[in-house]
């Protein structure tokens, strides 16, 4: 049984970073695409940044330069590093296994970020 569960969010100012993980087992994580993705309040969830088994990534336009995506398979874990963090960055962040491009199979809880 998939499960992912992220950690990382909060609180930040406007500039500031945080960096997010997300705990995967249950399954051959190494073998995976994985994404992170968003959901601001009243909008749709939205990719924000994947990475594929051989470590190429991809991003959103909208962070790109901004974000970094990468992953620690010995240890199961992805991460989003974010940093000069907007306002408009504020939203619950997910991570999610890829089936290809931005679709995905598993999903976590979700964590919080709230950048002011």
């Known amino acids: 049984q998939v499960q992912l569960v992220e950690s990382g969010g909060g609180s930040v100012q406007t500039g500031g970073s945080l960096r997010l993980s997300c705990a995967a087992s249950g399954y051959t994580y190494s073998s995976y695409c994985m994404g992170w993705f968003r959901q601001a309040p009243g909008k749709e969830r939205e990719g924000v940044a994947a990475?594929?088994?051989?470590?190429?990534?991809s991003y959103a336009d909208s962070v790109k330069g901004r974000f970094t995506i990468s992953r620690d398979d010995a240890e199961n874990t992805l991460y989003l590093q974010m940093d000069s963090l907007k306002t408009e960055d504020t939203a619950v962040y997910y991570c999610?296994?890829?089936?290809?491009?931005?679709?995905?199979?598993?999903w976590g809880q979700g964590t919080q970020v709230t950048v002011s």
């Open positions: 999610a296994t890829l089936l290809g491009g931005w679709s995905a199979s598993s």
């Open positions: 990475i594929d088994s051989d470590g190429s990534t």
